[in-house]
């Protein structure tokens, strides 16, 4: 797993800026937090990380998660702060055809199906659940997950596919730092 995380993040920074330097830091521990679970075994069964992407101005993050049935590749914001939420409900609210082509796109839709993630039930506060962008302004978490069989996670080409797969998050990511890196009118907040 360290091998492929450094070969990972040698592939990424190619095409990213990519904060992490070595596949090892990269990785979750394996040790599972037993405080408060009623399963008590001490070790994860799967192994699993993520990349960050360097500077303010590169906003969401990559995770993998390798485990027998349950390989994913995915990415996106799993937990936005506050004011990042906000920031984004508001440019959807105000144009949400941006993020609809992204989405929409044949290289979105062949590598993720959909936008995933938990949202609100009804509407967010101050805005309209009548909102013709509600299914998107709803949305707490923006989340790209791909999954793969263990076949294609035993492949020699597995590393080429997780490439690929971040790659086709790339104008989502675009999209999302520049909505993070600047205000309601477009002036950079950095």
């Not at 075994?41 to 360097?54: D, E, T």
């Not at 509407?123 to 791909?146: C, N, T």
């Not at 035993?154 to 797969?165: G, I, M, R």
């Amino acid at each position: 797993m360290i091998e492929f995380a450094d070969n990972l993040i040698l592939e990424m920074k190619k095409f990213d800026n990519i904060e992490n330097e070595s596949g090892k830091k990269s990785l979750f521990r394996i040790y599972r937090d037993v405080r408060f679970s009623k399963d008590k075994s001490p070790y994860k069964s799967h192994f699993s990380g993520g990349l960050k992407r360097a500077t303010n101005l590169l906003r969401g993050g990559y995770y993998f998660h390798v485990e027998p049935g349950n390989t994913v590749i995915a990415g996106g914001f799993w937990a936005p702060n506050s004011a990042d939420i906000k920031r984004i409900r508001e440019d959807i609210a105000a144009d949400d055809k941006p993020l609809r082509k992204i989405i929409n796109a044949k290289i979105f839709k062949d590598h993720f199906g959909s936008l995933e993630g938990e949202e609100v039930k009804t509407a967010p506060k101050g805005f309209s659940k009548e909102h013709a962008a509600i299914d998107l302004i709803r949305k707490k978490q923006f989340i790209m997950v791909r999954n793969f069989s263990d076949k294609e996670a035993l492949s020699p080409n597995f590393l080429k596919e997780a490439v690929l797969t971040y790659k086709a998050m790339g104008p989502f990511f675009k999209y999302m730092s520049e909505v993070l890196t600047t205000d309601a009118n477009g002036m950079p907040l950095y």
